[in-house]
T-cell receptor, first 109, second 116 residues
Framework: GIQVEQSPPDLILQEGANSTLRCNFS?????LQWFHQNPWGQLINLFY???GTKQNGRLSATTVATERYSLLYISSSQTTDSGVYFC???????????FGQGTTLQVKP | GAVVSQHPSWVICKSGTSVKIECRSL??????MFWYRQFPKQSLMLMAT?????????EQGVEKDKFLINHASLTLSTLTVTSAHPEDSSFYIC????????????FGPGTRLTVL
């Protein structure tokens, strides 16, 4: 099956810093979503981005489907950005999302 | 829009009892719902896919007699952990699609189950 790898596994930032999270996948995908899991466990939809670039406030994402990777940019990080960031991909017609192992982000004040 | 709720948010039960978790799509009709399990500091693991009015499809290694899934309507799916044991303690999360773009999933807040 498809492999989804995220890097780095852990990231510690000072408030105000910028960061880039990466998601590599081993096969072509029909969909890719980025999520933020907050400390209470809730997964929040950040981007639905099978290809191209999107921006939402301080966050932006780019997926290059032909090269099988996606990037999540966080600018001017805040302590509330802390948590785990997951990318998940969908292949075929099953509707099943395959999750990466996540990047744990800690933003220090 | 696209809000998914779960109830209860946490539950503690004795070994041998059964626990039911509800997943509801509040402002859309969910064509498909999914149930995941997450262990501490790990990723989400898909347990089963649930479609309204039909039997759930379980992932390999998931005991369907242990984890009963009922999808009675387009807004409600339930997961019942039968005869729970301490090893069933985990964070259970549901998701639903149909509230956004094609195959976009929206997640409930999760249910933390502790079996004593």
């Amino acid at each position: 099956g498809i492999q989804v790898e995220q890097s780095p596994p852990d990231l510690i930032l000072q408030e105000g810093a910028n960061s880039t999270l990466r998601c590599n996948f081993s096969d072509s995908v029909n969909n890719l979503q980025w999520f933020h899991q907050n400390p209470w466990g809730q997964l929040i939809n950040l981007f639905y981005i099978p290809s191209g670039t999107k921006q939402n406030g301080r966050l932006s994402a780019t997926t290059v489907a032909t090269e099988r990777y996606s990037l999540l940019y966080i600018s001017s990080s805040q302590t509330t950005d802390s948590g785990v960031y997951f990318c998940a991909v969908l292949t075929g017609n099953t509707g099943k999302l395959i999750f990466g192992q996540g990047t744990t982000l800690q933003v220090k004040p | 829009g696209a809000v998914v709720s779960q109830h209860p948010s946490w539950v503690i039960c004795k070994s041998g009892t059964s626990v039911k978790i509800e997943c509801r799509s509040l402002d859309f009709q969910a064509t498909t719902m999914f149930w995941y399990r997450q262990f501490p500091k790990q990723s989400l693991m898909l347990m089963a896919t649930s479609n309204e009015g039909s039997k759930a499809t379980y992932e390999q290694g998931v005991e369907k007699d242990k984890f009963l899934i009922n999808h009675a309507s387009l807004t409600l799916s339930t997961l019942t952990v039968t005869s729970a044991h301490p090893e069933d303690s985990s964070f259970y999360i549901c998701s639903a699609e149909g509230g956004g773009r094609w195959n976009e999933q929206f997640f409930g807040p999760g249910t933390r189950l502790t079996v004593l």
